[in-house]
């Protein structure tokens, strides 16, 4: 199938053979595009041999611990100024096309898609379609898109993709891997560019993952949020969301209500935000606050691939309900979490 959009797929790859498959076919499928470039850094599975089997261009490029130095390369290689570009272990799942060819009218524009992490349930929207020839990638790690001539003023947009996130699962054994890369090249990185707000934020995402070090990731964390966050940058969001919920893991109560009434008006809106609201109020003893946090998030017209719209916050009310000694309430709550594991375990115990 082709869609007719004029569009590249770029890919850099390295022993992928676990989701490249899967995230290829969901580009030819649900995007139609007949132009895929794969960049193997050297893979010693069947990666290369899956990307041929799926029409793509593979070239081999010699890994520099430089992302930008290869995502510039794949760029190269395309017959298409138009670029869009995923990791191994995503996949599309939907698309607008009216709106992806209306993005296509502007070279200065760039698309951003929606991005639901199966591991967390959290969605990012995320820059991936841009023209190669107003912008090229900068940074080694977490590479961002600039401006070839310098401009500051990139058009975002959003195009109309969602896509999930497969990879990071704590069962995939190359997480460990991945996590100490990124590590070991956002210090490095964060050496020549100490004031860089995005990469003290990758940072903190980097030991966030899987609870690798949550006492670092609030230190990153903290770090990017008294230097001074913009609302307006789309990574912004999670930064503030991961932070919240390190600091609530971490034992830090007050700190993480601090931070919540910090955003609360930027962020309110954002059902996500208001769940992480009722975690923050009931760790702080604000039962109240709490429940009408979660009740606020109950059939919250939003797409929700791990249950705060519905059992995760009945779950919640429920917990409060059976510690404030209102049994039959509490009782009602967990019924209304379908099969949700822990709410079976409450009921059984509660209906002796």
Same mark, same amino acid.
């Not at 990071?168 to 210090?187: I, M, Q």
């Not at 007050?254 to 059902?271: G, Q, T, W």
């Given at each position: ?6 569009? %590249?797929? $770029? ?11 899967? @995230?290829?076919? %969901? ?13 193997? #850094? ?34 190269? +290689? ?9 990791? @191994?272990?995503?996949?599309? +799942? ?8 209306? /993005? ?19 969605? %990012? ?38 896509? /999930? ?20 090249? /956002? ?18 995402? $980097? ?8 006492? +670092? @990731? ?9 230097? *001074?966050?913009?609302? %307006? ?65 109950? *059939? ?8 705060? #719209? ?19 309430? @509490? ?5 209304? $979490? ?6 079976? +375990? ?7």
């Amino acid at each position: 199938m082709s869609s007719n959009l004029p569009i %590249s797929l $770029c890919m850099i790859v390295k022993n992928e053979e676990a989701f490249l498959g899967t @995230a290829l076919k %969901s580009v030819k499928t649900v995007l139609g595009l007949d132009d895929i470039i794969v960049i193997d #850094t050297g893979s010693t599975d069947n990666t290369k041999a899956i990307a041929l089997e799926n029409d793509a261009g593979v070239f081999d490029f010699k890994w520099v611990d430089d992302f930008s130095a290869a995502r510039n390369f794949s760029a190269d +290689k395309s017959k298409n100024d138009w670029i869009f570009y995923i990791d @191994a272990d995503e996949e599309v +799942k939907e698309a607008d096309i009216s709106d992806i060819h209306s /993005l296509l009218s502007n070279a200065n524009n760039i698309g951003m898609i929606s991005l639901t992490d199966l591991n967390t349930g959290r969605r %990012s929207a995320l820059a991936r379609l841009f023209n190669r020839t107003v912008y090229s990638f900068e940074g080694s790690i977490h590479e961002q898109l600039r401006a070839i001539d310098g401009s500051k003023n990139p058009v975002y947009k959003d195009v109309g993709i969602s896509m /999930l996130h497969h990879g990071y699962l704590p069962e995939h054994d190359k997480v460990n891997a991945k996590l100490e890369r990124n590590e070991r090249l /956002l210090l490095k990185e964060l050496k020549k560019h100490p004031k860089s707000l995005y990469l003290l934020y990758q940072l903190g995402k $980097c030991y966030f993952c899987n609870d690798r070090d949550l006492q +670092k @990731a609030c230190y990153y964390f903290e770090k990017a949020v008294t230097a *001074g966050v913009d609302v %307006s940058i789309g990574y912004t969001y999670d930064l503030i969301e991961c932070y919240g919920y390190a600091l609530i893991n971490t034992g830090q109560y007050e700190n993480a209500l601090s931070l919540m009434n910090e955003f609360f008006i930027h962020y309110n809106s954002n059902v996500q935000f208001r769940f992480l609201s009722g975690h923050i109020y009931q760790n702080n003893g604000l039962f109240v606050e709490a429940v009408e946090s979660y009740e606020s998030c109950i *059939g919250a017209d939003e797409s929700d691939s791990n249950g705060i #719209t519905s059992f995760l916050s009945y779950y919640n009310i429920g917990v409060i309900l059976e510690c404030v000694g209102m049994i039959e309430d @509490a009782i009602e709550m967990f019924k209304n $979490c379908g099969d949700y594991k822990p709410a079976l +375990k409450r009921l059984a115990e509660l209906e002796k």
